[in-house]
């Protein structure tokens, strides 16, 4: 069975950690989903938790050096 698109139609990227604020890829990742095996889709989607906590912790740090 195909792994679908974690795509929820917000993309934006943010600009420190290259992920999309909607589905917490990388524009590769996007690009490339319809390639890739799925096997890698499973790799990224388990990542997601990292990558959302990453992209909230980072406007927190910049706030910090201001």
Do not use: Y
């Not at 989903?33 to 990558?51: A, F, G, Q, V």
Request: a positive charge.
């Amino acid at each position: 069975m195909t792994v679908k698109s974690p795509c929820i139609d917000v993309c934006a990227i943010d600009g420190k950690t290259g992920f999309c604020t909607g589905c917490f890829r990388t524009r590769e990742e996007i690009r490339d989903w319809k390639k890739m095996t799925d096997h890698r889709r499973h790799e990224i989607l388990n990542e997601k938790s990292r990558r959302r906590a990453k992209v909230k912790r980072e406007p927190q740090i910049a706030k910090l050096k201001s």
